[in-house]
Structures are given as structure tokens and as C-alpha cells.
């Protein structure tokens, strides 16, 4: 297993479509396997394929608590089957959009049907943080960021902060 680096907004990368994955074979499990292991040094419950660079229509998730067995998904080209009328909202965050957190409202639950592991396609129904954190996941999917879903007031200012922090960064690397 490898650990991956993880982009952060704004980057290109993060706003495009990314392409289905055509079968989940040997080179498609490396790269989920790399994910959760990327996603748990990190911290986070969900990861998805273009937050590291790869336009590629996978996704990996664990809303698990510390004192819980790891529950690891994985999952390629996830779609939303059916959504809740009922909605909620939560305080969300993103590995992509480090240290900056807002309230999203999103459907409380959704049917999800995926390609696993062994390409077989199965289907999974969500509520709670584990609906929330596959939306957002699949959001990614689609070049959709949690800053997209809240005011534009909001979201330039946190955007303008990480590019604030990536030119500091990248100033402190030139003169190093
Ligand atoms: O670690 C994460 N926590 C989180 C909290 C609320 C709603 C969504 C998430 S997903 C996020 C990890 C991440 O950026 N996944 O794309
Ligand atoms: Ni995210």
C-alpha cells in the first residue's frame, strides 16, 4: 500500500468530471486500497479518487468512530438511485479544503448503487453522516466542492484564504 498526497483547493483538478471506471481489476483495487490508506493517516471519513490527483470515478469511505471497528467502502462509479425528501444539515469539512467547515443541507438519506471490490454491483442504503459523506464524496466525482453548496460570500472567502496559504507555501519552498 502507498500513501498519496492530497490536493488542495484551488486546483484545477478538483473541478473536473471525472471518467467512470470501466471494471474494478487489479490496478483499480490498488488504487482504492491506496485510498483508504491515505484517508486514514489523514484523518478523514470519506476520500475520493480526484482529491489525489486521479480523474477516476472511485470512492472510499469509513464514518466508523475511533472505538469501533474499521467499516472500510469502496466503491467505483456510485450513483445516487433515490434520495430522501427529508433533508439535513451538517457541519461539513474537506481534507481538500483543510481547516474550514460549513453547514450543508443534503437529502438525510439516499439509495446508492456502486461497483465493488470484485466488480459486482451492488446497491446500499445510507442515512446520517454516512448519506452525508457519500453525497460529498460523489460530489468530488463531479468537480463539486462543499463550498459550492453554500453562499458565494462564504465560499470566496475560504478559497481565498487556501490560496493565501498555498502562496505563502510556495514562496517558503523558493527560498528554502
Ligand atoms: O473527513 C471528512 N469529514 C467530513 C465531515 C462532514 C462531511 C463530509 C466529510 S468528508 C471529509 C473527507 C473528505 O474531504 N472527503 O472528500
Ligand atoms: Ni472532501
Known amino acids: 500500500m502507498a500513501k498519496l498526497e492530497i490536493l488542495v483547493a484551488p486546483d484545477p483538478r478538483l473541478k ?36 489525489v490527483g486521479i480523474s477516476k470515478r472511485v470512492i472510499v469511505v469509513d464514518v466508523a468512530r475511533d472505538d469501533e471497528e474499521p467499516q472500510p467502502i469502496q466503491m467505483a462509479n456510485p450513483e445516487v438511485i433515490w434520495e ?18 460549513a453547514e450543508v443541507v443534503r437529502p438525510e438519506a ?47 472567502m475560504i478559497i481565498k484564504k487556501l490560496q493565501k496559504v498555498k502562496k505563502q507555501r510556495q514562496a517558503e519552498e523558493a527560498t528554502a
Open 16 to 51: 473536473k468530471r471525472a471518467l467512470p471506471v470501466e471494471r474494478v481489476d487489479d490496478d483499480i483495487r490498488k488504487l482504492m486500497d491506496d485510498m483508504v490508506e491515505t484517508m486514514y493517516d489523514a484523518r478523514g471519513i470519506g476520500l475520493a479518487a480526484p482529491q
Open 84 to 101: 430522501s425528501d427529508e433533508e439535513r444539515t451538517y457541519e461539513e469539512g474537506c481534507l481538500s479544503l483543510p481547516e474550514h467547515y
Open 110 to 156: 439516499v439509495k446508492i448503487r456502486y461497483l465493488d471490490r470484485e466488480n459486482e454491483i451492488r446497491t446500499l442504503e445510507a442515512d446520517d453522516i454516512l448519506a452525508t459523506c457519500i453525497q460529498h464524496e460523489i460530489d468530488h466525482l463531479d468537480g463539486v466542492l462543499f463550498v459550492d453548496h453554500i453562499s458565494s460570500l462564504k465560499r470566496n
